[in-house]
């Protein structure tokens, strides 16, 4: 508070002239030169231009054709995949008749069991799914164990020694 008093009064001294500092000398334009004035022609006239008679284009008219519309739809797709090398299988049919979806898919999971979902979808009952999951087929593979007959040999620890040494 008591700086903002102090930039206050200072500022009013300085306005009163006290502070003996002298007032900025006025600027005089004196030295520039004036303004020179110029006339505007008296008249002006465009440069003459020909102008080429040029047969309009002809303007093709487009009728607009509506877009074929079928009110009962019908699509089926099916593929299939089955990749020895990454374990890869699966398989997808669906179809689309009189309003009503129905389809089925089929993969086999990382776990290998093979999930398979049967769906139908429509405007009245939404979409519905079944989902089965079948266990994995794994086969055990039977292996044949022999009894194994090892000889072992000894050696003493005096041979070792005196290789060694």
Same mark, same amino acid.
């Given at each position: 508070?008591?700086?903002?008093?102090?930039?206050?009064?200072?500022?009013?001294?300085?306005?009163?002239?006290?502070?003996?500092?002298?007032?900025?000398?006025?600027?005089s334009?004196?030295?520039?030169a004036?303004?020179?004035?110029?006339?505007?022609?008296?008249?002006?006239?465009?440069?003459?231009?020909? =102008?080429?008679?040029?047969? @309009?284009? $002809? !303007?093709? +008219? *487009? %009728?607009? #054709?509506?877009?074929?519309?079928?009110?009962n739809?019908?699509?089926?797709?099916?593929?299939?995949?089955q990749?020895?090398?990454?374990?890869?299988?699966?398989?997808?049919?669906?179809?689309?008749?009189?309003?009503v979806?129905?389809?089925?898919?089929?993969?086999?999971?990382?776990?290998?069991?093979?999930?398979?979902?049967?769906?139908?979808?429509?405007?009245?009952?939404?979409?519905?799914?079944v =989902?089965?999951?079948?266990? @994995?087929? $794994? !086969?055990i +593979? *039977? %292996?044949a #164990?022999?009894?194994?007959?090892?000889?072992?040999?000894?050696?003493?620890?005096?041979?070792?020694?005196?290789?060694?040494?």
């Open positions: 508070m008591l700086a903002f008093l102090f930039v206050v009064a200072l500022a009013a001294l300085a306005k009163a002239g006290d502070l003996g500092y002298a007032a900025a000398p006025a600027v334009y004196a030295s520039y004036p303004v020179k004035a110029y006339a505007a022609p008296v008249a002006y006239a465009p440069p003459a231009y020909t =102008v080429a008679k040029v047969a @309009a284009p $002809v !303007a093709i +008219a *487009k %009728v607009a #054709v509506p877009e074929p519309y079928d009110p739809p019908a699509y089926a797709f099916s593929y299939g995949v990749d020895p090398t990454t374990g890869d299988a699966k398989q997808q049919k669906e179809e689309l008749h009189n309003g979806v129905q389809g089925v898919y089929s993969l086999v999971e990382p776990d290998g069991t093979t999930r398979t979902v049967h769906y139908t979808a429509d405007h009245v009952n939404g979409f519905n799914a =989902v089965d999951r079948q266990p @994995a087929k $794994v !086969a +593979a *039977k %292996v #164990v022999a009894p194994a007959i090892a000889k072992v040999a000894v050696a003493s620890p005096h041979s070792a020694y005196s290789v060694y040494h």
